[in-house]
Every structure is written in C-alpha cells, then in structure tokens.
C-alpha cells in the first residue's frame, strides 16, 4: 500500500467534516484503491448498541450487501472491533459465508480486515477491507488504516454533534415561534376581550354610536392580528444566511428598494463581527422589525443600517429620513390596538424584549432633521438573559 497524494486528500477531508455520504462513498473508492482490496465496507452502531448497520460499501455483490445491511454487534471479529479500539483480521471467512448463504466468501473473498473507528474513548462502528489474497500487510500500513479509522470515527463524532445541532435548532426555533406570538398577538386578544363586553352592553341598551366605536375597535384589532401574525410566519420563513449576519443584511438590503421603494445602505466599519449564532439570529430579527417599521409607517425615501464598534460594544444603527415618531400617521399606528396607554408598540415592545434576551440595550429617537433612529448596542461579552 502507498501513501500518496489521495491518501493525504482523504485525510484532510474528514479532517473537515464534509458532506458524511459522499465523504463515506469517496473514501472506500480510495482506501479500497489504496489498500489493493476487493471491497470495503463502513458500519455505524446503531442507536441501542446492539447492531451494527451497513452505512456505505465498495464491491460487495448484491445479495451479500442485502444481508449485511444490519448484522449484531457481537458478530465474530467485527464485533470484536465495533467494542474496543482495534484492527482485527478474519481469517476464517467461513462464518461469515454462513450468515450471507453466499459463496463470496471462501470463495472470492479469502480474508477480511476490521478497524475500529474510535472517538474519545467510544467506538462509534467499524470498517472493512475484504481482500482475495492472503498477503501480509506492513506494521506501517496498518498504522495507516487505524489512524484513517480514527479520523472517519472523528467524522463521524461530527456528523451526530450536527444532528444534535440541527434538532435542538428545530426545537429553538418553534420556542421562538411560539414566544414571538404570544408576544405579537397576546395583547391584542386581551384588548378585544375587553372591548367586547362593552361592544355587547352597547348593542342590548340601543346605543349605536358606541357600538360602532367598539365594533371598529375590534375590527381593528383583529386586523391587527391578522398582519401580527402574518410577520411571524414572515420572520420565521426567513432563516438566518449561513454565510452570517452581515452577510444576510447585505442580502436584505439588495433588494429593499424594489420591495419598497425606499433605498436601503449598508454601512459596516467592522471586519469581524465575532458573534454567536444566537446573538446574529436575534440581531437579525431586530434589524428586520425596525426596517419593517420603516416600510409601513415611516414614507421615507433612504434609510441607513451602520455597525461600528464603540466603547460600549458592537453598534448597529438605523436610520431614516421619514416622518419620524412625532408624526401622526405613526402615532395613529403605535396606539392601534391597544388602551390609549402611552407610545408603547407591539414591534417596539418584541425589539426591546429580543434585546435583552441577550444583554443588549435598544433606543429608538428621533433624528436631529427628520426621520427616526433606531440604536441597538451590544455589549463585546454580552450576557444571555432568559
């Protein structure tokens, strides 16, 4: 066996952690190559620990891969490689041939290796190299095929810590639906349960001039429950770009004008922003609500986001040249839905929360000329909060 540029390729690879089922297939076209073997095979315990299941092969004829797709973890020398670190060789195939019912082995396949592929103290299954000859191997080569053992237990390691990721994320993100909604719709329900009673009262004494008031009240406000609830689906459609934050504001920002004929800059003086996922994701969804509130109330002709890093920490501005906060189109929309009860609104109140859940303070104002200000700063080592 040869240690060549391929071998070297493959390592770097699973090194990596690329794509698991083309990785798997690529590596036992190389390795059976490298290893001048018949076929090979990879096995991944399953869940239990009790099986081991055929994940991928190389050259295995049909009616040996249809019984080897699940075999028991305590099956010959495979099962003494799948339950300890170790490169094994099977010299009497014959066992082998009786579980398959097939004349491959014995006959086509004289000897087959096993190599334990291990991840911090566990091994996670086991791969096989089935060769028609009986020719030793050099103490180096087998070095060479445990430590690529070692690097596919590695990926493989990868490939579950992923999985985990991927279900938690799922598991994260219906929280957050489930949150985002109570926090855009639970008010305003409360607000129509309230003027309902009144709406009802209204309507037994006769008195129509109060019960088209709270009949518009309501109409209102389940309007406003309609569109709540249609930015939730909204947010939640719009994923966070794998490429990053500034990535999936740049993205946002190509296509603002022709959404809604506002122009939209982004300013980034910041190279790297070293965030995690979740402070990108919330940041995200913050940036997103206040351009939403730019698009619907604001009229405004330019709009700009800027990061910069200042003494307090990361800065994200956002600023338009609109009708700013005194204005009463925007004063009609912050009271809407709601008992007159100050400025307080629905996507202003779901920012404020977004920012404290991970230790930012948000600030929104009016600009010197016109037009409003939005200001998120977030500290270098901010702190989740629940």
Known sequence: MRSDAGLH???????QGADLELLLERFLVSIVALAQAQAGAVRVLTDDGLHMRLVAQQGLPDAVVQV???????????????????????????????????????????????????QGGEVLGIYNLFFDHDRPFSAETESILRLIGQMLGLALHNARIERERLRLTVMRERQEMVNEVHDSIAQTVAYVRMRLPLLSDAMLAHDDANSQKYFA??????????????????????????????????????????????????????????????????????VQEALANIAK??????????????????EFLIEDDGLGLSSPSV???????HEPSGSNHLGMDIMRSRARRIGASLE??????SGTRVCLTLPENPVDRP
């Open 217 to 286: 009240d309501v109409k209102k406000a389940v309007g406003e429950v309609h569109v709540n609830l249609r930015e939730v689906m909204t947010y939640f459609r719009t994923r966070m770009d794998p490429l990053g934050l500034v990535h999936a504001l740049s993205r946002i920002a190509e296509g603002f004008l022709d959404r809604t004929g506002i122009v939209l800059e982004l300013k980034n003086e910041v190279r790297q922003l070293q965030m995690s996922e979740e402070h990108e994701v919330q940041v995200f969804y913050i």
């Open 68 to 118: 080897e797709r699940l075999v028991r973890r305590d099956c010959g020398v495979c099962g003494r490689a799948g339950g300890a670190d170790v490169l094994a060789w099977v010299d009497d195939v014959h066992n082998c041939g009786r579980a398959a019912e097939h004349s491959y082995f014995g006959v086509q396949c004289k000897r087959v290796l096993a190599i334990s592929l291990p």
């Open 297 to 314: 109330h604001s009229m405004a002709r330019r709009a700009v986001i800027s990061i910069r890093r200042q003494a307090q920490g990361l």
């Open 331 to 337: 004063a009609t929309i912050v009271t809407t839905a």
């Open 364 to 369: 929104v104002s009016s600009n010197s000329a």
């Open 9 to 15: 390729a493959l390592v770097h690879e699973l090194s």
